[in-house]
Nanobody
C-alpha cells in the first residue's frame, strides 16, 4: 500500500491550492480516506474525510466552507481543494487510508501560506 501526496507549495493568503493523494495497493472507492495536517510541535489535526459509504464527507471546523475533499475513482486519487487560504493553514498535509482497521499514511506535502 502506498499513498503519494502532491500539490503543496507556497501561496499567498486568500489563494488556492489543490492537493492530490494517489493510492496504490488500496482502492479508494471502497475505503475511507482522510486528510490530516501537522505543524511542528503540535498534534496532527484531522482536516477532511471522505467515506467509502456514498462518498459522504466531513470537515474540521477550521476548514469548513473553505476546503473540499473529493475523489476520482478511475484515477484512484483523492483531492483536497483548498480555497481562501490563511497563514494558519501552513502545515504538512498528509493523506491516510483506512482499511480493515489499519491506517496507511503518505509521506506528506508541505503547504505554506505567506505573503
Amino acid at each position: 500500500v502506498q499513498f503519494v501526496e502532491s500539490g503543496g507549495g507556497l501561496v499567498q493568503p486568500g489563494g488556492s491550492l489543490r492537493l492530490s493523494c494517489a493510492a496504490s495497493g488500496f482502492t479508494i472507492r471502497t475505503n475511507t480516506v482522510s486528510w490530516y495536517r501537522q505543524v511542528p510541535g503540535k498534534e496532527r489535526e484531522l482536516v477532511a474525510v471522505i467515506s467509502s459509504v456514498d462518498g459522504n464527507t466531513y470537515y474540521g471546523d477550521s476548514v469548513k466552507d473553505r476546503f473540499t475533499i473529493s475523489r476520482d475513482n478511475a484515477k484512484n486519487t483523492v483531492y483536497l481543494q483548498m480555497n481562501s487560504l490563511k497563514p494558519e493553514d501552513t502545515a504538512m498535509y498528509y493523506c491516510k487510508g483506512n482499511r480493515w482497521g489499519v491506517g496507511y499514511w503518505g509521506q506528506g506535502t508541505m503547504v505554506t501560506v505567506s505573503s
